[in-house]
């Protein structure tokens, strides 16, 4: 079993900053990729950034030069940095992680429960 628990959603007005986190727990060998994913109300679900397990990172076009993915290795954890945020930021968060799970080794993906970002104009 692995668990992915996240925090640091919530509401901002335009402009400002937040910082999300999710850590992995349980059952891992080893993580490849960590990204998050963002829906909005009435759209599909879309990834925002992701990092693999050498550090090379990729964002969508709408994040780029605001928005930082990291990662903490040894924690098992990964980050959001999210700078000058818009309106239009305004979504449920999702951290998602590839990994390699313990017992028989086996790849799952694995995603957490979701965090709301509001940000008002």
């Known amino acids: 079993q692995v668990q992915l628990v996240e925090s640091g959603g919530g509401l901002v007005q335009a402009g400002e900053s937040l910082r999300l986190s999710c850590a992995a727990s349980?059952?891992?060998?080893?993580?490849?990729?960590m990204g998050w994913y963002r829906q909005a109300p009435g759209k599909q679900r879309e990834l925002v950034a992701r990092?693999?397990?050498?550090?090379?990172?990729n964002y969508a076009d709408s994040v780029k030069g605001r928005f930082t993915i990291s990662r903490d290795n040894a924690k098992n954890a990964v980050y959001l940095q999210m700078s000058s945020l818009k309106p239009e930021d305004t979504a449920v968060y999702y951290c998602?992680?590839?990994?390699?799970?313990?017992?028989?080794?086996?790849?799952?993906?694995?995603w957490g429960q979701g965090t709301l970002v509001t940000v008002s104009s």
């Open positions: 349980g059952s891992i060998f080893s993580i490849n990729v």
């Open positions: 990092i693999t397990s050498s550090g090379s990172t």
């Open positions: 998602n992680v590839g990994l390699i799970a313990t017992g028989p080794h086996r790849f799952l993906e694995v």
